[in-house]
């Protein structure tokens, strides 16, 4: 469960957000300069909120009261981003790696071809970015985020990049990923299939505020 209330000061207007998410997928949606991305960067440690409290399970990720602002490694949070963030210097295995390394996950406890193989991408390890089409460089980044066992996973526009066919198949994997995760899941779009077919909740921000609350989504059958 992720317990927050994030109040930050932006460019326009200050930023007032109150979420608390089961092990279920929360839309997050508004128009562009919402403030939808910033949301999730205070989430991840990216982005520090002006005040609030972040509790993710027991843990206190953020409290402005308590002078508490773990780092992002120290979060437990998986971040896939709206452009994929792969390093291009890097392989496939290497960018998987990475988030262990930072995160001090010994590489015996987590097989990244394992990993990479659940999403059909496990023959593409020693590739670098640039020689991988979207669709696989978001299978890389998604196996990229899960490797650090998150317990909570943050989806920025993920798909929005993507061809029809390519963001239809990568939907259906990460509804089954969420499935068997188990963990929350915020993802933030523009495009109503994508909420309609994987969101459980909507919640509409405008101008970094949440106006009439939230609203549950009717399940779209897979
Ligand atoms: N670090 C910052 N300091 C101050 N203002 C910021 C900062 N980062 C973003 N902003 C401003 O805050 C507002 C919200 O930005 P944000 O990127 O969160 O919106 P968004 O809803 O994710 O937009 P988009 O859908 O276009 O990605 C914008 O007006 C932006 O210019």
């Known amino acids: 469960m992720l317990d927050a209330l994030i109040?930050?000061?932006?460019?326009?207007?200050?930023?007032?957000?109150?979420?608390?998410?089961?092990?279920?997928?929360?839309?997050?949606?508004?128009?562009?300069?919402?403030?939808?991305?910033t949301v999730l960067q205070c989430l991840a440690g990216l982005a520090k909120p002006s005040s609030g409290l972040i509790k993710l399970?027991?843990?206190?990720?953020?409290?402005?009261?308590?002078?508490?602002?773990?780092?992002?490694?120290?979060?437990n949070v998986g971040y896939l981003f709206q452009d994929y963030a792969l390093f291009p210097h890097m392989?496939?295995?290497?960018?998987?790696?990475?988030?262990?390394?930072?995160?001090?996950?010994?590489?015996?406890?987590?097989?990244?071809?394992?990993?990479?193989?659940?999403?059909?991408?496990?023959?593409?390890i020693d590739r670098y970015p640039r020689q991988l089409s979207g669709g696989e460089k978001q299978r890389v980044a998604l196996a990229r985020a899960l490797a650090v066992q998150p317990k909570l996973l943050l989806l920025d526009e993920p798909f929005s990049a993507l061809d029809?066919?390519?963001?239809?198949?990568?939907?259906?994997?990460?509804?089954?990923l969420h499935s068997q995760w188990q963990i929350p899941f915020i993802l933030v779009t523009h495009d109503e299939e994508d909420a309609?077919?994987?969101?459980?909740?909507?919640?509409?921000?405008?101008?970094?505020?949440?106006?009439?609350?939230?609203r549950y989504l009717v399940p779209v059958q897979s």
């Not at 988030?99 to 991408?121: M, Q, W, Y």
């Not at 994987?198 to 939230?214: S, V």
């Open 164 to 176: 029809k066919g390519t963001r239809e198949l990568l939907r259906q994997e990460v509804k089954k």
């Open 57 to 75: 399970k027991d843990q206190v990720l953020y409290s402005s009261e308590e002078y508490i602002n773990l780092s992002p490694q120290s979060r």
């Open 7 to 37: 109040q930050k000061k932006l460019c326009n207007f200050t930023l007032n957000i109150k979420l608390q998410v089961k092990n279920e997928i929360l839309v997050l949606w508004g128009h562009s300069g919402a403030g939808k991305t």
């Open 91 to 124: 392989t496939v295995r290497q960018n998987v790696m990475y988030g262990l390394k930072a995160k001090k996950i010994f590489k015996a406890s987590i097989d990244p071809v394992e990993l990479l193989n659940s999403f059909g991408v496990g023959h593409l």
């Open 196 to 214: 309609n077919y994987l969101g459980d909740r909507l919640i509409a921000l405008d101008k970094g505020q949440t106006g009439q609350g939230d």
